[in-house]
């Protein structure tokens, strides 16, 4: 079944990055209403059974719009969880330190980091993090069991007025099943110590289905320092009726701690300090938990529909990391300590009415949509995890009302309008428990129209337009902060609540050539300028305004219904707009020291942008019988500083999968990650760190350096390799 979905526009905290001082450097540089997507999306039986392609939407209001079915989201070979979304055509997932944080995603031209401007959905409920302690938008998917999504619903842009925050880039929305056609016990082992063992079974219940799924997993990687990863993940859900005319409640637990490699400096391994698979910091890690209810009620009748949601999320994150080394704290290293723990709550609901305007055919969605999120935030610099001292801590209480309308109109056969309207408001108050000039109540209001255009079909050809205005919310403590937790003496600008993003985008769709689907989008993504807030560093940095402009084109084939082909590729030219006169001071202060100048110069490159991505695939196989696939996807080079200094090096990786399913329902599957073993890397940065085997180390101790300088450091290629040909292997039996 089609749904409607929602995408505003785009931008990017690369919290991995430590932010290059400006000026005075510090000591640490350091849906439609969520609720019809996945509801609609839900209510298949388990992708244990069914085969359904993965096709473009049959009546989708954008070319880049898209539905994936849970059984094409799992015949992927895939290292991760979150990896199930580069079944989302144009993005892709990487993973830089340790397999209990949340992902890194890549989407139009963005680095997204941990899914900032991508919103994310599972069965209505927000994956995004607002006002988060490592990251606005922090989207962690290991709790997502794959086999239990019924489809992705995929939208891109801002032009959907049921689409809120987090989704200028894109919104997906995943849908749980309801059912299974039959239990699922499933065991696998592999390479580097990977174990994972899945139990999943439905049952009548009264007058509904209760469905219930338990996994497992360990895992430590080719680490010098083990992960030691320990996972534990439960699903509970009863509904009853279909998506349309029924209810469900689900709930859902998860627990998971790891040690984590994080991304390490060129030059120890050139040096021979640390080989590809070492860390400098083998304490960096954490450990995560997370427990959700939700439920959701829809129905129809002659007029239209209606449904609604709501949810509770009870959730904690503690992570440890060092991405400078002996920066900050040339004694005992910069390690710092992270901690989220908050309470969720939202509630949704949106009324569908079908109705005429000037005698033509018309249909009309009202939607209101709520969160409100409690948290308690920390930030404290830390020694092998033991505590050293205090740089923020904080209480926020930050709520949200968002209300829409959006009106289709049917011309003609061949022309149909849609017009929306959007307008949010955000209220949050900060209790800064260290330091009170931190404390604060902030609140903004936005209004965003949008505007849909389709003309066709002509000989199976469709024509899309779409422009619209979007927004984004920043993180609560940036907007009442007025100094450096670190040097109060220091004074900052407070940060916008809600910032403007702009869009418009022009695609087709044929299915002219038997078999085939195929789309082309040409898209714009305006980001105001605005500051942003850093949790790494626990202060505001300014970030300017932005250009992003592209193609994505996007190609799936069924000649057989035992064969899938796929291939997308997309290509964004991505820039700053104006003059840096910021950095430029900064650049000049770095004179007489290149290994910290290098990089630093201004310029109007977006560091990790990506100028390509490409992925292309193959999957083959019947309900029993041999089945097998093979895939590719391929990142090309992308700026790491904005002078362009630094670039990184083309990503491409095969995965393979070969298989047998027997008409007793047993399955026995061989999955090879990294098929030709390659030695390229999952994410490459380049910014300022210090080594204690650096000259400039020395220096900065004995204070024979400028303060400029050794507050960036050495610039260097910091990186996180791709995992070696990991093998895995899976024994499968329905029951």
């Known amino acids: 079944m089609?749904?409607?979905?929602?995408?505003?526009?785009v931008i990017v905290t690369r919290e991995e990055i430590p932010r290059r001082p400006r000026r005075a450097p510090t000591p640490r540089s350091d849906r439609a209403l969520g609720i019809g997507s996945s509801s609609q999306l839900g209510g298949q039986a388990s992708a244990v059974s069914a085969k359904s392609s993965a096709a473009l939407a049959p009546a989708s209001s954008m070319?880049?719009?898209i539905t994936v079915s849970g059984e094409d989201v799992n015949a992927r070979p895939v290292m991760r969880p979150g990896e199930v979304l580069e079944a989302v055509p144009g993005l892709i997932v990487t993973q830089h330190s340790g397999e209990g944080k949340a992902n890194q995603y890549f989407l139009r031209g963005y680095n997204l980091d941990h899914g900032t401007d991508l919103a994310i959905y599972v069965d209505?409920?927000?994956?995004n993090m607002r006002t988060h302690a490592h990251g606005q938008g922090y989207a962690d998917l290991n709790w997502l069991i794959p086999e239990a999504i019924a489809a992705m619903e995929v939208k891109k842009g801002p032009y959907f007025a049921d689409e809120g925050d987090f989704s200028s880039a894109g919104a997906v929305h995943i849908g749980l099943?309801?059912?299974?056609?039959?239990?699922?016990?499933?065991m696998t082992a592999g390479s580097f110590g990977?174990?994972?063992?899945?139990?999943?079974?439905?049952?009548r219940l009264g007058d509904g289905t209760l469905l219930l799924a338990g996994e497992a997993g360990t895992y430590n990687g080719p680490w010098d320092n083990p992960d030691n990863l320990r996972k534990l993940n439960g699903l509970l859900r009863y509904s009853q009726g279909t998506a349309t005319d029924g209810v469900s409640v689900t709930g859902m637990a998860y627990a998971?701690?790891?040690?984590?490699?994080?991304?390490v400096p060129q030059r120890a391994m050139t040096d021979g300090l640390m080989d590809r698979f070492g860390s400098e910091d083998p304490t960096d890690g954490g450990n995560a938990n997370r427990f959700a209810l939700s439920a959701r009620v829809a129905q129809s009748d002659n007029s239209g529909a209606w449904k609604a949601n709501a949810y509770v999320v009870k959730s904690e994150l503690d992570l440890y990391n060092n991405f400078t080394y002996f920066l900050a704290n040339p004694v005992v290293g910069d390690q710092f300590h992270q901690h989220d723990g908050r309470l969720m709550a939202g509630a949704n609901i949106a009324r569908t009415m079908d109705g005429s305007f000037a005698g033509l055919p018309m249909q009309t969605t009202f939607g209101l949509q709520s969160r409100y999120d409690a948290i308690d935030l920390a930030l404290t610099d830390t020694h092998r995890r033991s505590f050293l001292s205090n740089v923020r801590s904080d209480k926020v209480g930050e709520g949200s009302i968002g209300a829409y309308a959006e009106s289709t109109l049917h011309f003609s056969d061949w022309l149909r309008t849609t017009v929306g309207w959007r307008g949010d408001y955000y209220a949050a108050d900060v209790t800064s428990l260290f330091d009170a000039n931190n404390s604060g109540h902030a609140n903004a209001t936005i209004g965003s129209p949008k505007l849909r255009i389709v003309v066709g079909p002509?000989?199976?050809?469709e024509f899309f337009f779409g422009a619209g205005y979007g927004m984004h919310s920043n993180d609560a403590r940036g907007a009442t902060t007025t100094e450096d937790p670190s040097d109060p003496g220091t004074k900052l600008p407070r940060s916008p609540l809600l910032v403007r993003t702009r869009g418009a985008e022009v695609g087709v769709r044929s299915r002219i050539v038997p078999d085939l689907d195929t789309s082309l989008s040409l898209f714009v993504l305006d980001q105001d300028s605005e500051i942003l807030f850093s949790g790494d560093a626990g202060d505001t940095t300014t970030a300017r305004a932005s250009r992003r402009y592209g193609f994505e084109w996007t190609n799936h084939y069924r000649p057989r219904s035992w064969i899938d082909v796929d291939a997308d590729l997309a290509m964004t030219h991505a820039r700053f707009r104006g003059y840096d006169s910021d950095q430029a001071e900064v650049y000049a202060s770095l004179a007489g020291y290149p290994a910290a100048q290098i990089g630093n110069a201004p310029g109007n490159y977006i560091p990790n942008a990506p100028t390509m991505m490409a992925s292309a695939g193959i999957s083959l196989g019947a309900k029993t019988g041999w089945f097998g696939a093979l895939r590719w996807r391929y990142l090309a080079s992308s700026p790491l500083t904005e002078d362009n200094a630094f670039r990184s090096q083309p990503t491409g990786i095969f995965n393979a999968r070969i298989g047998y399913r027997t008409d007793k329902g047993w399955r026995l599957q061989l999955d090879l990650l990294n098929l030709l073993n390659s030695k390229a890397n999952q994410i490459t940065y380049a910014y300022g760190s210090l080594l204690k085997t650096d000259k400039l180390y020395n220096l900065c101790a004995a204070n024979a350096a400028p303060a400029p300088v050794c507050a960036i450091g050495v610039m260097d290629y910091v990186l996180h390799p791709v995992e070696p040909l990991t093998v895995r292997v899976t024994l499968a039996g329905t029951f």
């Open 458 to 461: 002509f000989n199976k050809t």
């Open 194 to 203: 990977y174990r994972r063992f899945l139990g999943m079974d439905s049952t």
């Open 177 to 186: 099943i309801d059912r299974t056609v039959k239990g699922l016990a499933q």
């Open 2 to 9: 089609q749904t409607s979905y929602t995408l505003p526009a």
């Open 256 to 263: 998971n701690r790891w040690n984590s490699t994080d991304q």
């Open 124 to 127: 209505d409920v927000p994956a």
């Open 63 to 65: 070319a880049s719009q």
